[in-house]
C-alpha cells in the first residue's frame, strides 16, 4: 500500500531564508504525489502537483517541489520564505497499481508545522 | 474558494448522540471524500464515494457512516458519539479526468462532543 512520511513534525525559517518541508514516499506502481497548505481553520488547499518527467514542479505562491526517484522523495521549496507561508503542509501520494484488494486512495503525511519568523 | 461546501461550520453536542454533517462537491466533481483531522492523529481517510457508490473505505468506524445521494451531495452520519470523536471533519471532492487531479477541500465542520 502507499505510504508517505514527512519526517520533521516543525520547520522554522527566518523571512527571506530559503526553506525546505520534506517528504518521503512508499507506492507499489507510480507514485502520483501532491502538496497542500492548511491555514487555521481552513480546509486544505492544493499547492502543486508532480508531473512525470518534471523533477522540479512550480506551484501556487512561489512554492516548488523536487522529485528524486531513487530517494523517494518529493521535497516542498521556496527561495524567499514569508511570515505569511506559516501554516501546516501536508505532502500525499496516490500510486496507479491496479493490483487485487489495493486501494488507491490518496494518503497524507502527518504534516509538517511551518512557523516562518520576521 | 475551492467550491466544496460543508455544513455546519461547528456542531456540539452530547455524548451517546447522533450528528449528521453534510458536503456538497465542486460543480462536475463525482467523486466525494471524507476526512477526519485530530490533533494526534492527523489527517484520517474515512471512505470515498463516486457517484452514488461506496467506492473505498479507510479507517472509518462502525458508529460512522456516509451516503452520496444522486445530486452527489454527501451526508456523514456519526451515532453513539464519544469524547475522542471531537475533530474536524473535512469532505473533499475530485474530477476522475485524470489520474492525478488534486482533491479539492471544504472548510470542514468542527465537531465537539462534550
Redesign the interface.
Known amino acids: 500500500a502507499q505510504s508517505v512520511a514527512q519526517p520533521e513534525d516543525q520547520v522554522n525559517v527566518a523571512e527571506g531564508n530559503p526553506l525546505t518541508v520534506k517528504c518521503t514516499y512508499s507506492v507499489s506502481g507510480n507514485p502520483?504525489l501532491?502538496w497542500?497548505v492548511q491555514y487555521p481553520?481552513?480546509?486544505?488547499?492544493?499547492l502543486l502537483?508532480?508531473?512525470t518527467g518534471d523533477n522540479l514542479v512550480k506551484g501556487s505562491y512561489g512554492f516548488e517541489a523536487e522529485f528524486n526517484k531513487s530517494q523517494t522523495s518529493f521535497h516542498l521549496k521556496k527561495p524567499s520564505a514569508l511570515v505569511s507561508d506559516s501554516a501546516l503542509y501536508?505532502c500525499?501520494v496516490?500510486d496507479?497499481f491496479r493490483g487485487a484488494s489495493h486501494?488507491?486512495?490518496?494518503?497524507?503525511?502527518?504534516?509538517t508545522r511551518l512557523t516562518v519568523k520576521p | 474558494d475551492s467550491g466544496v461546501t460543508q455544513t455546519p461550520k461547528h456542531l456540539i453536542t452530547a455524548t451517546g448522540q447522533r450528528v449528521t454533517l453534510r458536503c456538497s462537491p465542486r460543480s462536475g466533481d463525482l467523486s466525494v471524500y471524507w476526512y477526519q483531522q485530530s490533533l494526534d492523529q492527523g489527517l484520517q481517510f474515512l471512505i470515498q464515494y463516486y457517484n452514488g457508490e461506496e467506492r473505498a473505505k479507510g479507517n472509518i468506524l462502525e458508529r460512522f457512516s456516509a451516503q452520496q445521494f444522486p445530486d452527489l451531495h454527501s451526508e456523514l452520519n456519526l451515532s453513539s458519539l464519544e469524547l475522542g470523536d471531537s475533530a474536524l471533519y473535512f469532505c473533499a471532492s475530485r474530477s476522475e479526468s485524470s489520474y492525478n487531479s488534486p482533491l479539492h477541500f471544504g472548510n470542514g465542520t468542527r465537531l465537539t462532543v462534550t
Open positions: 502520483y501532491f497542500y481553520n481552513r480546509g486544505l488547499q492544493f502537483k508532480y508531473i501536508f500525499a496516490r496507479d486501494n488507491n486512495d490518496m494518503r497524507f503525511g502527518a504534516g
